[in-house]
């Protein structure tokens, strides 16, 4: 079975895992978080969430955070936005890689919980994304499909339609001359399984041969890094992860089910099978446990508590 | 990717589960989830260990539990034992199906922290517990190589040295006229990725194509199921869980490792994936949250928090 010879690990816990949690966390503890994680080598760390404290009120220090952390060469610092005014504000850091993504999400139901928008609103409103992306010099680079391998509303996603959307958003893409990239496939609600990973990424490779892939797994259902490992199979290298297991998927009268797949856990794996990411497997073990200390909860992670193996190797 | 039509899962949470709490578990209770859990469907429940109180005070009921449980048509109950002694304790119950098995350890020390016995003076006594079993009409028909993959106190196993104790181990079933049909490796300490277990699985089927091949897992570095898929994919069909993911992996000064893989989590991975079961996922997850409550901490199963699918598919 052939695998990459390396692989791209986005570091997404301090975004997706705070932004879930009930209790407060302090600014301090946050920038700790980033910073902590700035020693172990990844490519990106995706830092906060340039949302309405309205309805995010765990991301209302967003402009804090990011001016109280250390950046470091190497790692790209990046933050989620939804609109042109989150954008504005990303931008205004001065700290940040500010890129532009065009996202959609394959299940009607999801999409108007999620964002209060149909798929199709969503679509149209790629239009003022990329104006302003325009208006400020932000190149878009991604599109991205949320639950494109099912739903805890909508059940099963056809995966036609879920190829159906990266054409239309790619077809956009190409009349705005826009420098896409990567595709990003997320399991939102891990409802992927080997053979479906398997299934969307030969079409979406077969169709597509000269766009990268990301996956954007989450390990509700404990399938998450069998998961990862079909989709390495497949040449996919390029995966976003969450220290400790950090994050949540709360959809669907499931409060407590797990988030996106545990980053060290995904490094051992990868170090255990030849595969280079990059990333400091000790320290992101270290940093998972201080993790779990701020988060104040058990996160999911194993290698944490079980341990690795870099002692017997030395 | 080729996967078996069909697998055989054994229950080994009541076992595994219950000599690994610190907590004392009340004999009803064991009763109780062995009882739920036979209304699920296993081919087997190891229900029980009969080994010394003194080293093993959780398991000094094992007479009461076998005594108090519904035998269900269609399932063999079996206990762990490790001599003479606790074998005939397993007949005397006359509920339970009683085999034999010859096991060996790859690693020595752990052989002998866990058993007190070095490799070789365990190899030594297989002859006793052949006669043993032939007294009391006992078939042998397993030979079991635990730490196949790994060892928190040698690091590595040689998959090598592991051929080597399966071909000692068969040889002396064949000197004896054992009627040994199941090859079981254990991965005890969580050492396996899937590109060993790939490369074990391939080295023991090639050379000893008729005889089955038993996996069982931990999921102590949160490759369990990746490596349950792996194996499926090399035709393996027949494995080991523990409903809730009950039991632990205390070895090497990691006293809060996971455990066995999880059996509702590998039943709907199989259900995902196609390949039979005959276990009802819904009546399983029920009983992973019975056990939660009977340990009285939580469990690492996926499943029963995230919720499955069987609801969107009706």
Not at 28 to 55: H, M, N
Not at 112 to 141: C, H, L
Request: charged share 25%.
């Amino acid at each position: 079975m052939s695998l990459p010879k390396r692989i791209d690990i986005h570091e997404v816990g301090p975004r997706e895992g705070m932004q879930i949690e009930k209790n407060p966390i302090a600014t301090a503890d946050k920038i700790r978080l980033v910073d902590l994680l700035s020693e172990c080598g990844f490519p990106e760390i995706e830092v906060t969430s340039f949302v309405s404290p309205k309805w995010v009120p765990q991301m209302a220090d967003a402009e804090q955070v990011v001016a109280g952390i250390r950046v470091r060469p190497g790692t790209a610092y990046t933050g989620i936005y939804l609109n042109r005014q989150g954008m504005v504000r990303a931008l205004k850091t001065g700290k940040l890689t500010v890129l532009g993504k065009l996202g959609v999400t394959a299940s009607e139901t999801f999409s108007r919980k999620n964002t209060n928008r149909s798929i199709d609103e969503t679509i149209a409103e790629a239009q003022d994304r990329i104006e302003a992306a325009r208006e400020w010099n932000v190149p878009i680079t991604e599109i991205g499909v949320m639950a494109a391998f099912g739903c805890n509303y909508e059940g099963d996603v056809d995966l036609g339609r879920v190829v159906d959307l990266i054409a239309r958003l790619l077809a956009i893409g190409q009349a705005h001359a826009l420098p896409i990239q990567l595709i990003q496939l997320s399991d939102t609600m891990g409802w992927a399984n080997p053979n479906s990973i398997r299934r969307l990424v030969g079409m979406v490779r077969e169709r597509w041969p000269e766009h990268r892939i990301n996956l954007h797994l989450h390990d509700t259902r404990g399938l998450g890094l069998a998961n990862a490992v079909a989709a390495m199979e497949m040449g996919v290298d390029d995966f976003d992860s969450a220290v400790g297991g950090l994050g949540g998927c709360p959809y669907g009268g499931f409060k407590d089910a797990a988030g996106n797949i545990v980053t060290e856990d995904l490094v051992h794996l990868c170090a255990e099978m030849g595969v280079e990411t990059g990333v400091d497997l000790d320290r992101v073990v270290e940093v998972a446990r201080e993790a779990e200390a701020i988060i104040g909860r058990p996160l999911p992670g194993k290698v944490m508590r079980g341990g690795h193996f870099s002692s017997y190797r030395r």
